[in-house]
């Protein structure tokens, strides 16, 4: 079974600078099957990013991911106010433990 | 657009059935090409893949979750449906009905039912 870790487990940003999330997996997997989603307070996830850097319908630009092998990333390039968020990666049936975004 | 949304007790007694339904509109589960897919999210615990049933009624469960649930489709209604039995409070979450690609990617969710499991 395939472990995700996140990290940090909090980011203190403000609002235009850069974020940068980390997702590691337990084991190599394919680039072909790790997503990541945004969940705001009271919400369901959004899916964002899926194929490792394949942005969603509607998702902005600002949001990009990349990464192989074991190491994966999602970078938000300036944090606007919405953006303040929790977000996971998944990878099929598993998910990792989630980042939150808060505002510094 | 696709929506989701699941229906069902809020509060289930331990040891009972848990029963949720998720009613999809926007597109049909009979089209194929994708998973009808539950998710739960326990308050520490976080998100949890519980499996998914494909419009052939095809069905796969994470497997500690295997011997209890049941995903099956109603395609006359357009919808598919949960059943989780002998639950325990550690089954209180908020439970999540969602779309699923071929890649594993979730696109569509419903809004969410919490479930409490108290006598």
């Known amino acids: 079974e395939i472990v995700l870790t996140q990290s940090p487990g909090t980011l203190s940003l403000s609002p235009g600078e850069r974020a940068t999330l980390s997702c590691r997996a337990s084991?190599?997997?394919?680039?072909?099957?790790l997503a990541w989603y945004q969940q705001k307070p009271g919400q369901a996830p959004r899916l964002l990013i899926y194929?490792?850097?394949s942005r969603a319908t509607g998702i902005p630009d600002r949001f990009s991911g990349s990464g192989s092998g074991t190491d994966f990333s999602l970078t938000i390039s300036r944090l606007e106010p919405e953006d303040f968020a929790v977000y996971y990666c998944q990878q099929n049936g598993a998910f990792g433990q989630g980042t939150k975004v808060e505002i510094k | 657009q696709v929506q989701l949304q699941e229906s069902g007790p809020g509060l289930v007694k331990p040891s009972q059935t848990l029963s949720l339904t998720c009613t999809v509109s926007?597109?049909?589960?009979?089209?194929?090409?994708?998973?009808w897919t539950w998710i739960r999210q326990h308050p520490v615990r976080g998100l949890e893949w519980m499996g998914y049933?494909?419009?052939?009624?095809?069905?796969y469960y994470k497997p500690s979750l295997k011997s209890r649930i049941t995903i099956s489709l109603d395609t006359t209604k357009n919808q598919f449906s949960l059943k989780l039995t002998s639950v325990t409070a550690a089954d209180t979450a908020v439970y999540y009905c969602?779309?699923?690609?071929?890649?594993?990617?979730?696109?569509?969710w419903g809004q969410g039912a919490l479930v409490t499991v108290s006598s």
């Open positions: 969602a779309r699923e690609a071929q890649l594993g990617y979730l696109d569509y």
């Open positions: 194929a490792t850097s």
């Open positions: 049933v494909y419009f052939t009624g095809t069905t």
């Open positions: 084991q190599s997997i394919s680039s072909s099957y």
């Open positions: 926007g597109g049909s589960i009979s089209s194929g090409g994708y998973y």
